[in-house]
């Protein structure tokens, strides 16, 4: 995932959030994956996510970390799912929108964290009527 997206999804949580915050978005673990049979070990960025309130069945504390290559196999299929999404994000990452943040966390957790990202309505002030 380039760093650009990387940050600005992490932004909208930040941002955003309602019951799940951000704990540390630059962590480094090890991970052993399986390919061709044989076990790689790499280290990759993590992103680390903690309930700060309880919600449904997780308590308050519980911790999820969503390692960069499940993002990266999140954002692969959520540009197949969604094609507004893939026209936007060629442009710049600053096109990535909470809404697409929440859907890649989803699919990147087998669809075990819903964010439920709260974006405020955009306030208009309507002119005074003398004016």
């Known amino acids: 995932m380039r760093n650009t997206l990387y940050r600005q999804m ?20 090890e991970y052993a994956l399986s390919r061709n049979g044989y076990i790689d070990y790499v280290v990759a ?54 809404r697409d943040a929440e859907a890649i966390i989803l699919l990147a957790t087998h669809n075990i964290v819903r964010l439920e990202l709260v974006i405020p309505p955009i306030q208009v002030r309507e002119k005074p009527y003398y004016l």
Do not use: C
């Open 10 to 29: 992490v932004y909208w949580i930040k941002e955003y959030r309602t019951w799940i915050e951000v704990v540390d978005d630059n962590f480094y673990k």
């Open 45 to 98: 960025r993590t992103l680390v996510l903690r309930a700060y309130k309880a919600k449904g069945t997780y308590a308050k504390g519980m911790t999820w970390t969503v390692p960069e290559h499940e993002l990266d196999k999140a954002l692969a299929t959520y540009r197949k799912q969604d094609h507004t999404f893939k026209q936007r994000i060629k442009k710049a990452a600053m096109y990535l929108s909470p």
